[in-house]
């Protein structure tokens, strides 16, 4: 199992360009995230997806794009980069849709580090 | 809206043992409360989870109250590759994860 995997491991964009960040899970699981942290700080929800063709918005979603075509992939779409977007991106997995089970620890990726110039 | 909150820093030398309490006022009833640890240039990583009492596993254990208003991670024999830092987290926005910014943790040697 290679678990959540994320890429690329870096990406510099500059202003206005747009791209894709891919997230792909071998585990089968239903629930998959997003999230993005700055320097010092702890993880903020962007978009999050209970199964394939459902999502939905978490606590930072301005400026960002998901879709959930598959069970094992969760692509994360900037549409317009800003300097504001530079962060690390962790994409997370679960095995269960309901966060309070017991069954339902994340699975993280290691990270997309983005620099918008 | 479930909120946690823990110490923003800790240190502590080789050999020790290390607890960290988070505080979460507004768990829910059938909620668990569960523990990541990051290191730089890595995604969380699952510790231990538990709902009630002490859980206990290979890493670590997890001491929670009758009143389940806060938790206590402890970490046995700390060395220097526990420098991390560790994630107290209950459900939240929209049966979410809610992160904190979560206790650094210093070992020293």
């Known amino acids: 199992n290679a678990g959540v995997t994320q890429t690329p491991k870096f990406q510099v964009l500059k202003t206005g360009q747009s791209m894709t960040l891919q997230c792909a899970q071998d585990?089968?699981?239903?629930?998959m995230s997003w999230y993005r942290q700055d320097p010092g700080m702890g993880l903020r929800l962007i978009h999050y997806s209970v199964g394939a063709g459902i999502t939905d918005q978490g606590e930072v979603p301005n400026g960002y794009n998901v879709s959930r075509s598959t069970t094992e992939d969760f692509p994360l779409r900037l549409l317009s980069a800003a300097p504001s977007q530079t962060s690390v991106y962790f994409c997370?997995?679960?095995?269960?849709?309901?966060?309070?089970?017991?069954?339902?620890?994340?699975?993280f990726g290691n990270g997309t580090r983005l620099t918008v110039t | 809206l479930a909120k946690t909150t823990q110490p923003i820093s800790m240190d502590s030398y080789e050999g020790q043992e290390v607890n960290i309490t988070c505080s979460h006022n507004n768990i829910a009833t059938n909620d668990y409360i569960t523990w990541y640890q990051q290191f730089p240039s890595q995604g969380p990583r699952f510790i231990i989870q538990g709902y009630k009492t002490k859980v206990t596993n290979e890493v670590a254990s997890l001491f929670i109250p009758a009143d389940r208003k806060s938790s206590t991670l402890s970490l046995p024999r700390v060395s220097l590759s526990d420098t991390a830092v560790y994630y107290c987290l209950v459900p939240g926005y929209g049966q979410n994860f809610v992160f904190g910014p979560g206790t650094r943790l210093s070992v020293l040697p």
């Open positions: 997370a997995s679960s095995a269960d849709r309901r966060m309070s089970s017991y069954n339902s620890p994340l699975h």
């Open positions: 585990m089968n699981h239903e629930y």
